[in-house]
């Protein structure tokens, strides 16, 4: 896609209003530090921004309105900030909790997907019987650490940390680096979780809704991830996701990679939005593939994003639309 994002918003199969865009955010947008990413869909509990980043940032970034969640689309290099070193590379969630000082320096082009908890935190869902180490292993959660590599970024030039509070950008100029920690202790720091580390729950009988893959919940919204696993193998098993209303949820979903099994002409880098209290489902085709038993597994990566309040869909998103989405459930 050469880093190109398509963002799309599906109101209804049946509604008229319906719209679809397409923006170049990554290319139209000289946006070197995280807190000046263009907002592309909020309500008071979440912030969903797309940010690329092509050179080491020369700020520290602090974001104080609530944790952020990174989600590595493209690229890897090193991460560092209050509580140490970490590398990071495709496919990885990053928590950074509020108030953490941060700075990435990209080994190559980065792409993130980032979700921020406003006024809030990240936690990881109850897993119930089915016990704490499922979905992933909480040994999987890999925290920053205070190696070389971190000593030698430490420093004595000026600093200036980039903080956002209540939606305004103000300017902390330190002396010296501030990222000079020798050690810390207690439960908060910076967590990383590879997509590859999560192993899905899985029915041979019955297609399970989409709360069986919640990786991280907030407030008001929960965070799931969608990886490869094998479809439904009983031969009067739903193989695709049925037809709903989403009356109680907004989602989003941000198609990572691989190709997305209940879409049809969704490629990586495409987000997809679908309000509450409107009926989707499955395209014709993907709905046609699953009745046929096409395939036998997926191979899709995709974060969904559902949030209990509605979503505000940006100026800068607006500008970018297409109104040709709804229009992919006919059939010819």
């Not at 990572?256 to 085709?285: E, L, Q």
Request: aromatic content about 10%.
């Amino acid at each position: 896609m050469n880093h190109q994002l398509k963002f799309f918003t599906d109101p209804a199969i049946l509604a008229r209003t319906s719209r679809t865009i397409l923006t170049r955010f990554l290319e139209d947008r000289q946006v070197h530090l995280p807190p000046d990413a263009a907002a592309l869909l909020t309500n008071a509990s979440v912030k969903l921004r797309i940010w690329t980043c092509t050179r080491p940032m020369a700020q520290l970034a602090r974001n104080a309105d609530g944790d952020d969640l990174l989600f590595v689309h493209h690229g890897e290099g090193e991460l560092h900030c209050d509580f140490g070193h970490l590398h990071y590379h495709e496919g990885d969630y990053i928590v950074v909790p509020r108030g953490t000082m941060w700075r990435l320096e990209p080994g190559s082009r980065t792409t993130l997907l980032m979700i921020e908890a406003s006024g809030g935190a990240f936690r990881l869902p109850e897993r119930g019987i089915l016990g704490a180490h499922a979905i992933f292993d909480p040994a999987a959660l890999d925290t920053p650490t205070l190696d070389d590599a971190f000593r030698a970024q430490q420093n004595e030039r000026e600093t200036q940390v980039l903080v956002k509070q209540r939606g305004a950008l103000s300017t902390i100029t330190y002396p010296f680096n501030p990222l000079d920690a020798v050690g810390w202790k207690g439960e908060l720091s910076v967590l990383r979780l590879n997509w590859r580390d999560i192993r899905p729950v899985m029915s041979h009988r019955y297609h399970l809704p989409p709360s069986v893959h919640a990786t991280f919940v907030a407030d008001r919204f929960v965070v799931c991830t969608f990886v490869p696993r094998p479809l439904e193998s009983d031969p009067g098993a739903l193989k695709v996701p049925f037809f709903h209303s989403n009356d109680d949820f907004d989602e989003v979903i941000f198609y990572h990679a691989g190709h997305f099994f209940s879409r049809d002409g969704i490629k990586p880098g495409m987000v997809t939005f679908h309000p509450c209290g409107f009926t989707h489902g499955p395209h014709p085709k993907a709905f046609a593939a699953g009745a046929r038993a096409a395939r036998s597994e997926t191979d899709e990566v995709a974060v969904m994003i559902d949030t209990r309040d509605g979503l505000e869909l940006s100026e800068p998103a607006r500008a970018h639309e297409m109104t040709t989405y709804a229009d992919s459930w006919k059939t010819p």
